[in-house]
């Protein structure tokens, strides 16, 4: 976990892993970072020599060669609609983030310069913060979340590894989100201010978009406006 100095005093050049619909938007970022990105190594690609006006990579050579000149970032998103194209995917990222293990690469985390991060917040790596987010002292994003644009994340949040928080997102107090969650389009977590106790949001948990949420959300349930237990809650 690193502070958001650490983070934005890093000068290496970084390679894209894979690449998605928003590849643009990290390209965006990177450039307004002053970040150089050489290019992308993306198996779905072979043969081809630029995707996204970037160069397509060779896989072996970047992986080993030259993985100590430059950071690696995973560029292919997830999100849990089971439509064999995006388990197929899903699949593919944990692919890409297990390569960072296999191969022992550094790990960039993306920050947006329009972002506002406490540095007394802690980041992971493999990580993404969009534009005009907040992020508040005392938050925690683990490795391999995606915490997009126009986004609050209150003091004492947890954001467990592979987690998303979508687009306006807004997380308050001490919230803990478990790993591989999803957070949809303008949903809020809230954690009731009478009580020490954090509000528990599991692993794998999908809360659909706009929903509001003020208790416990046990692993593997979803919280949607047709479900008035998990919708709505006060």
């Known amino acids: 976990m690193r502070t958001i100095e650490e983070i934005r005093s890093n000068t290496k050049p970084i ?16 450039e307004a970072q002053g970040i150089t990105v050489l290019g992308f190594i993306d198996p779905d690609y072979q043969g081809q020599t630029h995707l996204y006006g970037k160069p397509l990579l060779d896989k072996d050579t970047y992986l080993t060669k030259y993985k100590d000149l430059v950071e690696f970032f995973v560029a292919t998103n997830w999100n849990p609609d089971p439509h064999r194209v995006t388990v197929r995917n899903n699949n593919k990222r944990d692919m890409l983030i297990s390569w960072i293990d296999e191969y022992n690469l550094t790990a960039a985390t993306l920050v947006h310069p329009t972002a506002i ?62 790993s591989n969650t999803y957070i949809g389009v ?7 201010g009478a009580t020490a106790t954090p509000t528990i949001i599991g692993d794998n948990v999908l809360v659909h978009p706009n929903v509001l949420v003020f208790q416990d959300l046990p692993s593997g349930s979803t919280a949607s406006l047709r479900d008035k237990k998990f919708s709505r809650v006060f």
């Open 117 to 178: 991060v406490s540095p007394g917040a802690l980041i992971g790596r493999n990580v993404s913060i969009g534009a005009q987010t907040m992020v508040c002292y005392g938050a925690e994003i683990h490795d391999d979340a995606s915490i997009k644009e126009q986004c609050y994340i209150s003091h004492g949040v947890k954001i467990g590894r592979n987690t998303v928080i979508q687009l306006r997102g807004c997380v308050t107090g001490d919230v803990h989100i478990g």
């Open 15 to 30: 390679i894209l892993l894979g690449s998605s619909l928003t590849s643009y938007n990290l390209l965006e970022s990177c």
């Open 186 to 192: 303008g949903a809020t977590l809230l954690h009731r």
